[in-house]
């Protein structure tokens, strides 16, 4: 995504404003991702290590 609005950045499409916000969306978004999936792989790793 970060490449993708750079690009457009690049070629006028998007202002510095919008590329910011898309930016500090996209950063904010990886940060959120580990700790809402973490359990998940918890739980997950628990249902394998009872299968086997």
């Known amino acids: 995504?970060?490449?993708?609005?750079n690009v457009l950045l690049d070629?006028?499409?998007f202002t510095n404003q919008?590329?910011?916000a898309?930016?500090?969306?996209?950063v904010i978004s990886i940060m959120l991702s580990v700790?809402?999936?973490?359990?998940?792989l918890k739980k997950?790793?628990?249902l394998l290590?009872?299968?086997s």
């Open 22 to 26: 898309l930016l500090v969306m996209a």
């Open 11 to 13: 070629k006028g499409i």
């Open 35 to 40: 700790p809402m999936v973490a359990p998940q």
């Open 1 to 5: 995504m970060i490449i993708f609005a």
């Open 49 to 51: 290590s009872r299968s």
């Open 18 to 20: 919008t590329f910011t």
């Open 44 to 46: 997950i790793n628990g």
